[in-house]
């Protein structure tokens, strides 16, 4: 059984920065087994990748409209995925959930657990 809970939502302008938080309660694997994403979804469209991380944070991905802008890193330590977002636009308003694999090394989308997703508004 694995819980994820986001953190750090909330709104800003145009050019600023927010940093989201995912802990991840596991009664199972370590982890560091686990692949971690961020994917969002705005109103009225599907939930889009957004970014993802092997387990012991070697390798990471990013859908191309956040790369450059967005960062995914992990606290092994503290069972805590991030997600700092910078230079953010109106376009990147959405509900940010975040997303375990019990695979190190997984890069698809169809992720076994879930969040319950946390809100981020950026204003023009």
């Known amino acids: 059984q694995v819980q994820l809970v986001e953190s750090g939502g909330g709104m800003v302008q145009a050019g600023g920065s927010l940093r989201l938080s995912c802990a991840c309660v596991s009664s199972g694997y370590t982890f560091s087994s686990y692949a971690m994403g961020w994917f969002r979804q705005a109103p009225g469209k599907e939930r889009e990748f957004v970014a993802t991380?092997?387990?012991?944070?070697?390798?990471?991905y990013y859908a191309d409209s956040v790369k450059g802008r967005f960062t995914i890193s992990r606290d092994n330590a503290k069972n805590t995925v991030y997600l700092q977002m910078n230079s953010l636009k109106p376009e990147d308003t959405a509900i940010y959930y975040c997303?375990?694999?019990?695979?190190?090394?997984?890069?698809?989308?169809?992720?076994?657990?879930w969040g319950q997703g946390t809100q981020v508004t950026v204003s023009s």
């Open positions: 991380i092997s387990g012991r944070g070697r390798s990471t």
């Open positions: 997303a375990a694999e019990p695979n190190a090394h997984y890069t698809g989308s169809s992720y076994s657990y």
